[in-house]
Nanobody, 124 residues
Framework: VQLQASGGCLVQAGDSLRLSCEASGRTFSNYAMGWFRQAPGKEREFVVVISYSGGTTSTADSVKGRFTISRDNAKNTVYLQMNSLKPEDTAVYYC??????????????????WGQGTLVTVSS
């Protein structure tokens, strides 16, 4: 699976931003899709995951209530809607895919496919 993320940019605190990630190469609906992020000098961390048909999601406590993941299987695309952005949300955001939804709860090392990352910078 090849993943191409886009949408990262510089925003102000309190703004909203939507990231997109288009997948190619395999049957999109066979993969759980998720986002991780890595801030400067910090470990990579889980953000959110969505199941194959989009019926189930799981969100990190740090972004719960502000970030929403969705997917359009007809367009092979997953989205990350980020609202009420904070400076601490500044990070490189990685789109990911894995054939096993539960892999997202076992550490980022278990995730099979990664996009190139897109930088989100939130200024105060």
């Amino acid at each position: 699976v090849q993943l191409q993320a886009s949408g990262g940019c510089l925003v102000q605190a309190g703004d909203s931003l939507r990231l997109s990630c288009e997948a190619s190469g395999r049957t999109f609906s066979n993969y759980a899709m998720g986002w991780f992020r890595q801030a400067p000098g910090k470990e990579r961390e889980f953000v959110v995951v969505i199941s194959y048909s989009g019926g189930t999601t799981s969100t990190a406590d740090s972004v719960k209530g502000r970030f929403t993941i969705s997917r359009d299987n007809a367009k092979n695309t997953v989205y990350l809607q980020m609202n009420s952005l904070k400076p601490e949300d500044t990070a490189v955001y990685y789109c990911t895919a894995d054939p096993t939804y539960s892999a997202y709860f076992r550490g980022y090392e278990n995730i099979h496919y990664w996009g190139q990352g897109t930088l989100v910078t939130v200024s105060s």
